[in-house]
């Protein structure tokens, strides 16, 4: 189910839409398949933000167990 929104947008994004939508698909069409896309993206980039940080996090928590390790080893020479 749909619900009916009011947008009050520039004549000059309105001729892009426009044009870019051509004569077989609505504006409003075109908004909310631009919307859906732009949603999708963002909750990618979120979520990928979040594996960053957790990898980051597990670099950093092996790295520093990499360093201890490495001060109980005789040294080469």
Do not use: C
């Amino acid at each position: 189910m749909k619900e009916k929104t009011s947008v009050t947008l520039s004549p000059e994004v309105l001729a892009g839409i426009d044009r870019l939508a051509g004569e077989h698909v609505s504006r409003s069409a075109f908004i909310e398949d631009v919307l859906r896309k732009y949603l999708k993206n963002e909750e990618r980039a979120r979520r990928n933000a979040r594996e960053i940080e957790l990898l980051n996090r597990a670099a950093d928590e092996l790295g520093a167990e990499i360093l201890d390790t490495l001060d109980y080893q005789a040294p080469w020479d």
